[in-house]
């Protein structure tokens, strides 16, 4: 399990994310809602390991305390991030992205696998395999990503925005991956701009509002609350 406890991220003077407190387990997918600037992506940015941790504040891994890791430290201890800008190297072919992500050591020996099941996941990239990535959809750059990720045998995922960009067919493909990276006992951290969307597959979710934490319930609890329909899934 992931666990995030009392995390503030400052920039400079700035703090965008105040004592932030967020659990993630093998197996569930968990949304993370919030307007633009909420401070998602500096949740996500600091559980992958690149962000400072301040003193009180704490990210374990199977209840081991990796706050003051290196990031390739949380890798190895599980956890993969998919940055919104996707982070892939144009320049290279699909495969040669993939091989790129099993560079921890928990994912050497298993590389063959992992990729096979990248494959059988994303079969458009299997299509694609010597192509360069730049020519590539957005929806099959952002396959390529995840892909990535995977190849680095995580136990938890952070996915943010993912859907971004992407058409609504595509959308239903990327959802119906993640549902079987789900299944495959990976836990998701997913922040969604397509709140309904997310509410759909999640199992749980938070509502981070100006960089606090001001809601975590089931996905059924919050596609139901007033305020979340409100200000996140265009209700009235
Ligand atoms: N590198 C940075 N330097 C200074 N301020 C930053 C930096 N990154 C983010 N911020 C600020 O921190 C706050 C939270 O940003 P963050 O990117 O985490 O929000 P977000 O919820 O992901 O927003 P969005 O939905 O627009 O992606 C914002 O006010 C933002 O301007
Ligand atoms: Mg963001």
Known sequence: ???????????????????????????????????????????????????????????LMDGRDISHCPADEFVEAGIALVPEDRAIFADLTVLENLKLGAYPKRARQKERENLENVMSLFPKLEERRR???????????????IGRAMMSAPAILL?????????????????????????????ILLVEQNAKRGLAIAD?????????????????????????????????
């Open 204 to 236: 749980r979710g938070y509502v981070l509002e100006n960089g606090r934490v001001t809601g975590s319930e089931s996905s059924e609890i919050l596609s139901s609350d007033e305020r979340v329909r409100k200000a996140y899934l265009g209700g009235d």
């Open 159 to 187: 996915l943010d925005e993912p859907s971004l960009g992407l058409s609504p067919l595509l959308c239903g493909e990327l959802f119906r991956s993640l549902a079987v990276i789900r299944s495959a006992e990976i836990g």
């Open 1 to 59: 399990m992931l666990e995030i406890r009392d995390l503030s991220v400052f920039y400079g003077q700035h703090r965008a994310v105040e004592e932030v407190s967020v659990t993630v387990s093998r197996g569930e997918i968990v949304v993370m809602l919030g307007a633009n600037g909420a401070g998602k992506s500096s949740v996500l940015r600091a559980a992958a390991g690149l962000l400072p941790v301040m003193n009180n504040a704490a990210i």
């Open 131 to 145: 192509q360069k990535v730049r020519s590539m959809s957005g929806g099959e750059q952002q396959m390529v990503a």
